[in-house]
């Protein structure tokens, strides 16, 4: 069975701080990515990395892909308010049976 | 544009009555997909679509049936709830492609009590 780990559980911070979040596996992932979910809500797809090493930004958030392919992290700058919100990664199955594992989920609260 | 639109948004079953939650999507995807999302645990597939009138189990796929007759719809059946079952329901569809990842889109989820 294939798991990603997602590393911290929670987490709540000061407005302007910056944060790291983790996603760890044994397994090799064809891609990765990341989404993040407001409640309520359905999650809504980041970014997608897909080679070993890939480094992606969208303002200040920073997406990273492991070199071989099994973990992920994502870096925060200057944090806000509306940053706020589950993120989950999801790492795509190599197997060629189009499944999408989701890992554990980080809870980032950001305090103003 | 609706996307992915999941119907009931709520609903509160007894211990062995019977539902099926409806997944609609507009988007023409190829590939549709069930979880369930409970505390700490992030999303769990239980079922999944590689196209109409194909089926496949996912990790979690106990007790549930599904059933998709068109392109556009996705079915998630419980025939005797269970409150083990209790749970918030997402369906997300994407389009067809191998190896890159295509993106996901979700509902908005149905909260599903069982009591």
């Known amino acids: 069975t294939q798991l990603l780990e997602q590393s911290p559980q929670f987490l709540s911070i000061q407005e302007g701080e910056n944060l790291t979040v983790y996603c760890n596996s044994s397994?090799?992932?064809?891609?990765l990515q990341w989404y993040r979910q407001e409640p309520g809500e359905g999650p809504v797809l980041l970014v997608t990395?897909?080679?070993?090493?890939e480094v992606k930004k969208l303002k200040r958030l920073t997406f990273q892909f492991g070199d071989a392919r099994k973990d992920s992290s994502l870096h925060i700058t200057a944090a806000q308010p509306g940053d706020t919100g589950l993120y989950l990664c999801?790492?795509?199955?190599?197997?060629?049976?189009?499944?999408?594992?989701f890992g554990t989920g980080t809870r980032l609260k950001v305090l103003a | 544009n609706a996307g992915v639109t999941q119907t009931p948004k709520f609903r509160v079953l007894k211990t062995g009555q019977s539902m099926t939650l409806l997944c609609a999507q507009d988007?023409?995807?190829?590939?549709m997909y069930w979880y369930r999302q409970d505390p700490g645990m992030g999303l769990r597939l239980i079922h999944y679509?590689?196209?109409?009138?194909?089926?496949a189990k996912g990790e979690v796929p106990d007790g549930y049936n599904v059933s998709r007759l068109k392109k556009q719809n996705f079915l998630l059946g419980l025939e005797s709830a269970a409150p083990s079952q209790t749970s918030v329901y997402f369906c997300?569809?994407?389009?067809?492609?191998?190896?890159?990842?295509?993106?996901?889109?979700f509902g908005d989820g149905t909260r599903l009590s069982i009591l």
């Open positions: 988007m023409n995807h190829e590939y």
């Open positions: 397994s090799v992932f064809s891609s």
């Open positions: 679509s590689v196209g109409e009138g194909t089926t």
């Open positions: 997300a569809s994407s389009p067809r492609g191998r190896g890159n990842g295509q993106p996901q889109h």
């Open positions: 990395v897909v080679t070993g090493g």
């Open positions: 999801a790492g795509v199955t190599t197997s060629g049976t189009y499944k999408y594992i």
